[in-house]
Nanobody
Framework: QVQLVESGGGLVQAGGSLRLSCAASGRTFSSYFMGWFRQAPGKEREFVAAIRWSDSRQYYADSVKGRFIIFRDNAKNTGYLQMSSLKPEDTAVYYC????????????????WGPGTQVAVSS
């Protein structure tokens, strides 16, 4: 069993930055992808970014490319999402997830999910 817990959400002004963390426990992630998804009020959950744990290869949604960076600390079994140049449209609950499928952008391919952390960006 894998447990994921996000932290680092909060309220920030447009143009500001936040760093989200996803602490993982229960197993090692050498064969996993860790993904970040977000869900805004009234909208479907959408893919934000993913990292292939074995070699740190990164993948991003077009909407966040150039503003967000995903990375991981293998020793801490923790993944991160560094968010910069935040916009009001980035406001959402952010979820981290872990799965083995290389189709990292598909929500259904993730086996484990954290409870989410709220990010609010004011204009």
């Amino acid at each position: 069993q894998v447990q994921l817990v996000e932290s680092g959400g909060g309220l920030v002004q447009a143009g500001g930055s936040l760093r989200l963390s996803c602490a993982a426990s229960g197993r090692t992630f050498s064969s996993y992808f860790m993904g970040w998804f977000r869900q805004a009020p009234g909208k479907e959950r959408e893919f934000v970014a993913a990292i292939r744990w074995s070699d740190s290869r990164q993948y991003y949604a077009d909407s966040v490319k150039g503003r967000f960076i995903i990375f991981r600390d293998n020793a801490k079994n923790t993944g991160y999402l560094q968010m910069s140049s935040l916009k009001p449209e980035d406001t959402a609950v952010y979820y981290c997830a872990a799965g083995r499928s290389s189709y990292y952008y598909i929500m259904g391919n993730y086996d484990y999910w954290g409870p989410g952390t709220q990010v609010a960006v004011s204009s």
